[in-house]
Every structure is written in structure tokens, then in C-alpha cells.
């Protein structure tokens, strides 16, 4: 059921698989949303419900006093940012959904600064299933008091908001929990080829170890592939984004090598480039 109407005008844009239901959640809590996308196909879903659509991205900048981007990657929120910061009013909120570099949340910032608009960088935790039931994690870089004029929109779509510092560290963050959870999914994947190599049923060993303390995330999602090879798309992007924390801490920093080295039989198995230890 929709709620009733609230005070700003919302834009999104970036109705993918995260995207979407945050965008849905949003329009239901009452929010007169406004959609953009590339393809019309990816607005037919919102037929059934009270959001407006766009005909251009800086149709929807001019209208919206918040706009939430979930792109895909640094060159679609570069681009998108050049066609709405000339458009966008002054004190206007632009929060970056994408995980990206967090230089190019600073560099989009300091654009939008010149024009009176405020960016957080906001990268989201979760997948389509929290987005759904509005329980997603925000992880937040940008000045309180611009969190908090956007905070209530942010409630829509999560159950955990958290302010972190400054512009870009919300994607630090982000960078840091994507990166633990494809080394945990490497380390996963190894305990499950010990397990194999030891005659032990598979099922029984996945059973058994997400009741006890070698449990985790990872491990209840590499448990439920048959092998990393069905994970080519979501390997991709936790490449990128293992890839990116390597880039802001420096590829030879303690951390960075020992996440990398965790993760890299997964991810190559993820592409097709090698067997994991499961699949040896």
C-alpha cells in the first residue's frame, strides 16, 4: 500500500537487480519518484504503481530534490553526474549507490559543490532479496547534516544506515566488505575440496559446518553452488571491487596481498580461467 505523499521530489536511476527494488520501495513508501533508464523494458515493472517517468536524465535532474544513481560502473556515474549536476538545484541531494573508486565520488563532489548540490557516496549491502524487504545496509560518506535530509528516503530501502566520514568513505567500506566476502568465498570453496579429498558427503559437510563456528556468509552461498563457474557475473564484479581496494591501499599492502591470494582460486575459477581446489 502506498503511504502518504512525502515532501521531496526522488529520482532514480539504475533499475537493475539492486536498483529496482529500491527504487520499488521508495514509490511505496509515497515518495512521487521519478524513473530514467536506457531501455524501456526496464521501466515496464513500475506500470502498476504511481511512479512518473522521464524522458531524459536531465528531465528527472530538473524535477528531483534527491536522485539516487545504482550504475553500473565509474564511467556510467561520471557520465550520468555530467548530465544532472547542470540541471539539479541548488541544496539538492545525489547519492551514489554504485560500488565505485572512491576518487571518483571526490572528483563528482566537488563538481556538484560549485553548483550548491550535496553528493554522498552511499554504496548499499544486501542483494535484491534486502532490497525487497527494505532491509539493506547503506554505508555512508558525506556530511551529517546532508544524511540527514536524506536519511528518510534511505529508510525506504534499509534497515542499517551508517555514517562512516567523508565523501568516499562509505566506498572504502564497501570495497572492504566485498573484498572480505570473496576471500571468505575462497576460503569456503578450499574447505569444501578438504572435505571432498576426505571422502566426506558434501551436503553433510555444508550442513554441518553453517551450524558451527567455521560458519559464514560465504560459506552458505558457495554452498548452495554446484561450482564457482555459475558465479561468472557476481565473480566479475567482486574482481573489480577486490581489485579497486588494492588500488587505495597499494597492491603491496599486507591486507590487500592477503585478501587477493585468498580470493584468487575462486575468482578464476568464477571465470572460467581455472579449477577451484573443489573442482580439482
Not at 265 to 273: E, M, P, R
Request: charged letters at 20%.
Amino acid at each position: 500500500m502506498t503511504l502518504a505523499a512525502k515532501s521531496v521530489t526522488c529520482g532514480f536511476i539504475g533499475l537493475g537487480s539492486q536498483g529496482a527494488p529500491m527504487a520499488r520501495r521508495m514509490i511505496e513508501a509515497g515518495y512521487d519518484t521519478l524513473l530514467w533508464a536506457r531501455r524501456e523494458a526496464s521501466l515496464e515493472p513500475y506500470r502498476d504503481s504511481a511512479a512518473r517517468y522521464a524522458a531524459t536524465v536531465e528531465e528527472l535532474g530538473a524535477q528531483a530534490g534527491h536522485v539516487g544513481l545504482c550504475v553500473v560502473n565509474d564511467d556510467d556515474v561520471r557520465e550520468m553526474a555530467a548530465r544532472l549536476l547542470p540541471v539539479m538545484r541548488p541544496g539538492a541531494v545525489l547519492a551514489i549507490h554504485s560500488t565505485i573508486h572512491p576518487d571518483t565520488c571526490r572528483a563528482v563532489a566537488a563538481q556538484a559543490a560549485e553548483r550548491g548540490i550535496h553528493v554522498l557516496d552511499a554504496p548499499v549491502s544486501g542483494g535484491s532479496p534486502a532490497a525487497e524487504a527494505g532491509q539493506l545496509t547503506v554505508m555512508v560518506g558525506g556530511e551529517p547534516q546532508v544524511l540527514d535530509l536524506a536519511r528518510p528516503v534511505f529508510a525506504t530501502f534499509a534497515g542499517l544506515i551508517v555514517h562512516l566520514g567523508e565523501v568516499g568513505a562509505g566506498q572504502y567500506v564497501k570495497l572492504i566488505n566485498n573484498s572480505l566476502f570473496v576471500a571468505n568465498l575462497g576460503l569456503a570453496d578450499a574447505a569444501i575440496a578438504a572435505g571432498e579429498t576426505l571422502g566426506i558427503d558434501r551436503d553433510s559437510l555444508v550442513e554441518l559446518i553453517k551450524a558451527s563456528s567455521g560458519r559464514s556468509f560465504a560459506f552458505e552461498v558457495r554452498g548452495r553452488m554446484e561450482s564457482p563457474a555459475g558465479f561468472r557475473h557476481g565473480g566479475a564484479l567482486l574482481k573489480k571491487d577486490i581489485g579497486l581496494l588494492g588500488e587505495v591501499l597499494g597492491a603491496a599492502h599486507p591486507a590487500a596481498v592477503r585478501l587477493a591470494h585468498a580470493a584468487e582460486g575462486f575468482l578464476l575459477a568464477a571465470a572460467g580461467n581455472a579449477t577451484s581446489p573443489s573442482q580439482s
